[in-house]
C-alpha cells in the first residue's frame, strides 16, 4: 500500500559526501515523520537521523554535525546529507516514515528497502 524508495547510496573515500533520498508514494495520508537508520554487518539496526511533522530534527550523537536531514513535505520526501564521512559510517542506510494511509485512523511504519553506504580509506 505504500511504497518508500531510497536512491543516492554508493563507494565513497574517507571524509567525502553523499547524499541519501527517499520518496514515499502511494496510499498515504499524512506522514507524521521521516527519518533513517542503517545497519552494518553484525550490528544491530540504530536510528541515525529524524524529521517530525513540525520541523524537529534529531540525530544520533556520532553523526552530528556532519549529517543532516531535511524533508520535502510536499513531495513526501526525505533526504540525509552526510558529510565528512568515515569507515564506521559504511552501513545499509534504511529510510521510514510513520505515517496514516488512507481511510486508516492509525498510524503504521513503513520501510525502504535500503541502500548500501561504503566509506573506504
Known amino acids: 500500500q505504500v511504497q518508500l524508495v531510497e536512491s543516492g547510496g554508493g563507494l565513497v573515500q574517507v571524509g567525502g559526501s553523499l547524499r541519501l533520498s527517499c520518496t514515499a508514494s502511494g496510499r498515504v495520508s499524512a506522514i507524521r515523520a521521516m527519518g533513517w537508520y542503517r545497519q552494518a554487518p553484525g550490528k544491530q539496526r540504530e536510528l541515525v537521523a529524524t524529521?517530525?511533522?513540525?520541523?524537529?530534527?534529531n540525530y544520533r550523537d556520532s553523526v552530528k554535525g556532519r549529517f543532516t536531514i531535511s524533508r520535502d513535505v510536499a513531495r513526501n520526501a526525505v533526504y540525509l546529507q552526510m558529510s565528512s564521512l568515515k569507515p564506521e559510517d559504511s552501513a545499509i542506510y534504511y529510510c521510514?516514515?510513520?505515517?496514516?494511509?488512507?481511510?486508516?485512523?492509525?498510524?503504521?511504519?513503513?520501510w525502504g528497502q535500503g541502500t548500501q553506504v561504503a566509506v573506504s580509506l
Open positions: 524529521a517530525s511533522g513540525t520541523d524537529a530534527t
Open positions: 521510514y516514515a510513520d505515517l496514516f494511509l488512507l481511510y486508516s485512523a492509525s498510524s503504521s511504519v513503513a
